[in-house]
């Protein structure tokens, strides 16, 4: 990436308007008593610049709350002067815009993506397995990056300094950028596991605990590619897979006591 080595390779005349500014503009233009939601900015990552440091990483991850399926992570470097317009935290955006912005930014910006599976997810929990894909993504950019903003309250396990931005994905532009990545690559990703294991309806939910999905479990019992230990699951896995659940023995039962007792004399 020729384009990230400082400051004076970012013309004026691309740099964008204050947000403030901006963002009074766009609630002057909506209807008494709505409320505009002001768009990220790339504001933090242009203070960096500023100080010479650069490339700067914006990641983030998507599936954390499903029953089935990967977290997937993305990290993201976007090019100051080729940012796609319209760029805004996943959530906000249709799945059609999101597949737009998703071809857009793999054009213009370097990133890279990172998955941990059910089992990792099983091994660690889910926390552990999102802060682990996320620190994969960022190792696997092209060009190391000099500093990393990621979306939350826990900072990732970096070669550079890190920020954890609450709410980062509607407030930092590269954030935002590595949240539509995350999440169009999964969707994309639980519409083929959809194709490996048919009706549960991973195509329409991508694998999260609405009444369509809760139902299929009940009804097919899990799947490979659930994780074991959410509560649906486990309820699933007591009905179809009863020799699956580890039972703690229970240490008060009379019949344990009386062995221990007896082992004792």
Not at 50 to 75: F, Y
Not at 192 to 199: F, K, R, S
Not at 239 to 260: L, S
């Amino acid at each position: 990436m020729r384009w990230g080595h400082g400051i004076s390779t970012i013309p004026r005349m691309i740099r964008e308007k204050p947000a403030k500014e901006k963002f009074a503009k766009d609630q002057a233009k909506l209807p008494a008593g709505v409320i505009a939601v002001a768009p990220p900015s790339f504001r933090r990552e242009r203070a960096l610049i500023k100080r010479g440091v650069w490339p700067v990483a914006g990641c983030d991850e998507a599936g954390r709350g499903p029953l089935a399926g990967p977290v997937v992570a993305a990290a993201v470097i976007l090019d100051p002067k080729r940012i796609p317009k319209g760029i805004d935290d996943s959530k906000r955006l249709t799945p059609e815009r999101r597949e737009e912005l998703f071809e857009q930014i793999c054009a213009t910006s370097s990133f890279a993506i990172a998955f941990g599976s059910p089992g990792r997810i099983d091994r660690d929990n889910i926390l552990r397995a999102s802060l682990w894909a996320l620190a994969r993504a960022v190792a696997a950019l092209p060009e190391a990056p000099k500093h990393v903003f990621v979306d939350g309250r826990d900072r990732i396990d970096t070669a550079c300094d890190c920020d954890a931005v609450i709410g980062g994905d509607g407030l930092v532009m590269s954030i935002a950028a590595a949240s539509i990545i995350a999440k169009v690559t999964r969707d994309r990703l639980m519409c083929a596991l959809a194709q490996d294991c048919p009706g549960y309806g991973f195509e329409s939910h991508k694998g999260y605990s609405v009444p369509e999905h809760l139902e299929a479990l009940d009804r097919l019992g899990p799947s490979v590619h659930h994780r074991s230990f959410f509560a649906p699951v486990i309820a699933a896995r007591e009905k179809h897979q009863p020799r699956t659940i580890k039972r703690e023995p229970d240490m008060f039962a009379e019949t344990q006591i009386d062995v221990d007792v007896s082992s004792a004399i």
